[in-house]
């Protein structure tokens, strides 16, 4: 409107100059009103195309962002239909451009992505004076998902009273829905990792590593003997490393944790610094072996499937090894980062009970303070779980609690926020807090 206001006053103003006979003022007006009509209709006709172009822009965003949901499943002329209509349903200054068109294409390089062009004609009021009749109007739009990837470590309670009140079927059944959700979150292989760290007071590493160079063999020896005579002629030696069951305690000094903190950061073992080893155990309650991140979700379900609950509980030992599969170091490589991607490592710690046992302290029933200030530390904040979120590893804690013990200040504070912490009073809600966590771990995956 404002448009047509305009034209109208300045053809009033040029009917009066050229009623105009005073002097030379008619001849001068001749001389200049070409140039001069010229500049003014091409403001008016750039003012109109800029119009025209910020509604072209607006329309192809919104469509870009409405196929990108359909995307997938369509084929490339279905794509192409679809982002047409959308794009002309919502266009608002379609009446003032011919010719519109509207160009697709998707792909799944480095992530999925929609990008939209549209191309329009608008033809000009002035500038046609000057031989250009029509203006070309192009704008275009891009949406992208899915080009972050999710690395995540399943660090799940294998402890004796997991047994009670159904809680370990219950986490079998929550924690294969979970891969499935995570699979489900994955187009292409390599988009999503998982990793299974099932942990009592030790963690099973695979008893086929023993002959790596980053396993301490001292305590195991001493311990694990053959021997042959009676008497005077009894003669001992160490058994075969081969008869080893996989299982690996705490790292650090025989008599305590190590100053150098090996038991709550995963520093490269270093054949010259036995504390910096892991130490092998015969432990009786060796639980089920921890599976490195893979996208082999079939063996997921066999390892999980295979979890039995025994022995005591060492959160500290099972932080560590999940963070230990996320980064890579003793039996596991973590496959190198795309830089084309942004990653989110995440690690899940699901619990029953309070720490009663590691390598140095406890007994196995009781709740050790000194095994929960490994895992956090309240006098100073340090600990695992202040490494592993320094390291930029978002922590979810689970606690099941279904025996009335005390609420896990230990596990509130290891969590990264107030909202990854979650007490549950029965065992079928970790079926339903895994679905949560699940479903907010694949939107942190699909988002743009």
Known sequence: M????????LTRVLASLCRCNRGNVAMTFALAVVPVVGLVGAAVDYSRANAVKAAMQDALDATALMISKTASSQTPAQLATSATNDFLALFTRANMVTGTTVTTSYTTTNGSAVALTSTAQMPTYFMGLMGQSKMTI?????????????RVALVLDNTGSMADDGKIGALQTATNNLITQLKGAAT???D??????????????GANNYAASYIDWTS????NQTCSGYGYSR???????????????????TSSPSSANYDENTTTPNSSI???LFPAEQYSACPQQIMGLSYDWNNMTNVVNGMTPNGATNQPIGLIWGWMTLTGGGPFTAPAMDPNYTYSQVIILLTDGLNTQDRWYGNGSSTSTQVDSRMYNSSDGSGACANIKAAGITIYTVQVNTEGDPTSTLLQNCASDSSKFFLLTSASQIVTTFNAIG?????????N
């Open 188 to 190: 292409n292989n390599g």
């Open 138 to 150: 192009s704008v275009s739009s891009t949406a992208k998902w899915g080009n972050a990837r999710l």
């Open 220 to 223: 195991w020896n001493s311990t």
């Open 192 to 205: 999503v990792y998982v990793s299974i760290v099932p942990f009592a007071k030790d963690v099973n590493i």
């Open 235 to 253: 003669n001992c030696s160490a058994a075969s490393h081969t008869t080893w069951n996989g299982c690996v305690t705490d790292r650090g000094n």
């Open 2 to 9: 404002q448009d047509y206001r305009f034209l109208h006053a």
């Open 439 to 447: 479903t907010n771990l694949t939107k942190l995956r699909i988002a």
């Open 274 to 276: 036995t504390a910096s």
